[in-house]
C-alpha cells in the first residue's frame, strides 16, 4: 500500500529520497511509503493513538528495494546497523518502518539522535541522553508497540511489522511500484 497516497495526514520525510542521509545522496526515485498491508495498517493505528496526545509521526523509511541494501552494505557492512543484503532486510519487504516523533502543536521536540546515527547513543536501552529525548523516544515505542510493532534494539527509530519474514524479498523501484509490496 501507499501509504503516503492513502493517508494524507502521515507526514513524510523519506530521507533516501534526498541527500539527507548516511549515503550522502538520494537513492530512491521518489519519496513513497509503500508497505505490506498489515504494516500499513498498524502505521495508521500508531499515527492514530500519537494524534489522540497531540503528537504525530514522522517517516523516514518504509519500503526499500534490495539494490539500496547493497549499497548501504558497501558504506557500512555493520549487521547491528545495517541488514545484509544477501539475507535481506526487512524494509526488503515492505514490512518495516524508520519513523521519529513530532509535536502537532509544532514545538521542536528532542529526539534521542539523528536518523541513521550508527552509535550507542542510538540503541533504545541508551541512558547517556536529555532526559526529554528518552521520554520522546518512550512515547514513540509505547505508541508503535501498542500498534504491534516489534522495536530494533539498536535504532530507536526502527520498528518490524510481526510477521515480516512471510513477504518476500523485494527490488522495485519505488517509483514503479503500482500499490506497494504485497498489497
Excluded: K
Aim: proline share 8%.
Amino acid at each position: 500500500m501507499d501509504v503516503g497516497a492513502s493517508d494524507p495526514e502521515l507526514f513524510l520525510d523519506i530521507r533516501y529520497a534526498s541527500a539527507d542521509n548516511f549515503l550522502g545522496h538520494a537513492v530512491y526515485d521518489a519519496p513513497r511509503c509503500l508497505l505490506v498491508r498489515d504494516a500499513a495498517e498498524r502505521l495508521r493505528e500508531a499515527e492514530r493513538r500519537l494524534r489522540a496526545e497531540g503528537y504525530g509521526l514522522v517517516v523516514w523509511d518504509c519500503y526499500r528495494p534490495r539494490s539500496v541494501q547493497y549499497a548501504m552494505w558497501e558504506i557500512l557492512p555493520d549487521p547491528d546497523y545495517v541488514a545484509d543484503p544477501d539475507r535481506g532486510s526487512r524494509h526488503n519487504r515492505g514490512a518495516a518502518v524508520d519513523v521519529g516523533l513530532r509535536a502537532l502543536d509544532g514545538h521542536e521536540l528532542v529526539l534521542p539522535t539523528d536518523h541513521d546515527d550508527f552509535t550507542p547513543r542510538a540503541h533504545r536501552d541508551a541512558t547517556d541522553l536529555p532526559a526529554e529525548a528518552i521520554e520522546t523516544r518512550e512515547r514513540l515505542e509505547r505508541a508503535m508497540t501498542s500498534a504491534g510493532w516489534i522495536p530494533l534494539p539498536t535504532e530507536w527509530w526502527h520498528f518490524d511489522a510481526p510477521g515480516w519474514e512471510r513477504y518476500p524479498l523485494r527490488d522495485e523501484p519505488l517509483s514503479s511500484a503500482a500499490t506497494g509490496p504485497g498489497s
